[in-house]
């Protein structure tokens, strides 16, 4: 599947699709509900996230880049770690794309998702 572009259209004033009194955190190019974060316990099944470097481009059957990657020490000798992903692009197949399916395929997706 192809990615699309998730980027926020431009309003007419030149802006992000966001107010104009909003900060400049809210006129993010992609919208904050594309961005996801990897706590401590995440980050323990995917140990290598920690090696990124915030602009990284990396995929999570979507695109995404790192912006932060954080670690610290906290009392008790424990760590909080984060790596904080911006989703840029998104593949995402659903039930509508079955009307553009030869027979064959539709029977194939049919079967995989017990469809009736």
């Known amino acids: 599947m192809k990615t699309v572009d998730m980027k926020m259209p431009k309003t007419k004033k030149g802006g992000l699709g966001v107010?104009?009194?909003?900060?400049?955190?809210?006129?993010?190019?992609?919208?904050?509900?594309?961005?996801?974060?990897?706590?401590?316990?995440?980050?323990?099944?995917?140990?290598?996230?920690?090696?990124?470097?915030?602009?990284?481009?990396?995929?999570?059957?979507?695109?995404?880049?790192?912006l932060s990657v954080r670690s610290n020490d906290l009392a008790g000798g424990k760590k909080d770690r984060s790596v904080e992903l911006q989703i840029t692009g998104l593949a995402c197949e659903g039930e509508g794309d079955m009307d553009k399916m030869s027979d064959e395929e539709y029977g194939k997706a049919r079967k995989a998702r017990k469809l009736r």
């Open 19 to 66: 107010p104009e009194a909003a900060t400049i955190s809210q006129r993010d190019e992609y919208p904050y509900g594309l961005r996801i974060t990897l706590n401590e316990d995440q980050i323990k099944k995917l140990e290598h996230v920690m090696d990124y470097k915030p602009d990284t481009e990396v995929e999570i059957m979507a695109s995404a880049k790192v």
